[in-house]
């Protein structure tokens, strides 16, 4: 059934999916209140390195500069396309009638190519095959990746945990009519040494087709939230520490919520 686009909540995107699966209240305050997040030095780092990939992949570039930023990329690099072929923030839009449109910006992708090492091990995977060409069904494969800067690994998705991604599964149906999509989290630990993890997956188009239809009834309960207030909308306190700790823990205080922590009762 067609249901109808609340006006307010005209698109969305894998970040604010994912936002909402973790905690419906922090999803409220960042997307519906729009409060701004905290500055953060680790933000900071990760738009660094994902500028020094792209200027690698692009132009086989390094910017002119030392420190973190630089050595987290170069990390990466052996898990980067030697061709200049991938293209980089790469913007996808999916139109679902009675939905939001749905939106986001892949760090970068592109047709399987040569890599650096020309060797399969380092990456961790499903089905994967680097240093030739790659065809599935007599379909050309699609690699689509993004990057992730992380100062404890034991946030690194499982194979399972990325195939239940909002971002894995929207941005394969993105690019399915291109060929056989596959999904890549390329990560590296923002603390010496810079080790880096690949975890990738792939779907069959009928998995594809199934877990995207689980992905529009978040969103129709996202929509259904948007127009409730704010004392409405349920919290989950074991977010609250996640991720180096939530950035809307005092509003829920201030609010009189408790959070993990943080409480505050609310003044009379």
Same mark, same amino acid.
């Given at each position: 059934?067609?249901?109808?686009?609340?006006?307010?909540?005209?698109?969305?995107?894998?970040?604010?999916?994912?936002?909402?699966?973790?905690?419906?209240?922090?999803?409220?305050?960042?997307?519906?209140?729009?409060?701004?997040?905290?500055?953060?030095?680790?933000?900071?780092?990760?738009?660094?390195?994902?500028?020094? !990939?792209?200027?690698?992949?692009?132009?086989?570039? @390094?910017? &002119?500069?030392?420190?973190?930023?630089?050595? !987290?990329?170069?990390?990466? $690099?052996?898990?980067?396309?030697?061709?200049? =072929?991938?293209?980089?923030?790469?913007?996808?839009?999916?139109?679902?009638?009675?939905?939001?449109?749905? =939106?986001?910006?892949?760090?970068?992708?592109?047709?399987?190519?040569?890599? &650096?090492?020309?060797?399969?091990?380092?990456?961790?995977?499903?089905?994967?095959?680097?240093?030739?060409? /790659?065809?599935?069904?007599?379909?050309?494969?699609?690699?689509?990746?993004?990057?992730?800067?992380?100062?404890?690994?034991? /946030?690194?998705? =499982?194979?399972?945990?990325?195939?239940?991604?909002?971002?894995?599964?929207?941005?394969? =149906?993105?690019?399915?009519?291109?060929?056989?999509?596959?999904?890549?989290?390329?990560?590296?630990?923002?603390?010496?040494?810079?080790?880096?993890?690949?975890?990738? @997956?792939?779907?069959?188009?009928?998995?594809?087709?199934?877990?995207?239809?689980?992905?529009?009834?978040?969103? /129709?309960?996202?929509?259904?939230?948007?127009?409730?207030?704010?004392?409405?909308?349920?919290?989950?306190?074991?977010?609250?520490?996640?991720?180096?700790?939530?950035? $809307?823990?005092?509003?829920?205080?201030?609010?009189?919520?408790?959070?993990?922590?943080?409480?505050?009762?609310?003044?009379?």
């Amino acid at each position: 059934m067609v249901q109808a686009v609340i006006p307010e909540l005209e698109r969305v995107s894998p970040s604010s999916i994912s936002a909402f699966l973790l905690c419906k209240r922090k999803f409220y305050y960042q997307y519906r209140l729009k409060i701004p997040r905290k500055p953060s030095r680790g933000k900071d780092l990760g738009s660094a390195v994902h500028n020094i !990939c792209e200027s690698w992949i692009l132009y086989r570039e @390094i910017p &002119d500069i030392t420190g973190k930023a630089l050595d !987290c990329a170069r990390a990466l $690099f052996p898990h980067l396309p030697v061709l200049h =072929t991938d293209q980089v923030e790469q913007k996808i839009r999916l139109e679902i009638p009675g939905f939001p449109v749905i =939106t986001g910006r892949v760090d970068h992708w592109g047709y399987s190519h040569e890599y &650096d090492n020309g060797s399969s091990s380092i990456i961790e995977s499903q089905e994967v095959s680097l240093g030739h060409s /790659y065809v599935r069904d007599n379909v050309p494969k699609i690699l689509v990746s993004d990057i992730k800067t992380l100062s404890d690994f034991r /946030y690194v998705k =499982t194979h399972e945990q990325l195939r239940d991604d909002p971002q894995a599964v929207i941005y394969c =149906t993105a690019f399915a009519s291109h060929g056989n999509p596959t999904f890549r989290h390329l990560y590296v630990r923002t603390t010496p040494p810079h080790y880096t993890k690949v975890v990738e @997956i792939s779907y069959d188009r009928e998995e594809l087709k199934s877990r995207l239809v689980g992905i529009l009834g978040t969103v /129709y309960q996202m929509m259904e939230t948007y127009s409730l207030p704010l004392k409405e909308v349920a919290g989950n306190t074991n977010m609250c520490d996640t991720y180096g700790g939530c950035d $809307f823990r005092c509003h829920c205080a201030a609010e009189g919520i408790q959070s993990l922590g943080v409480y505050s009762p609310r003044k009379q």
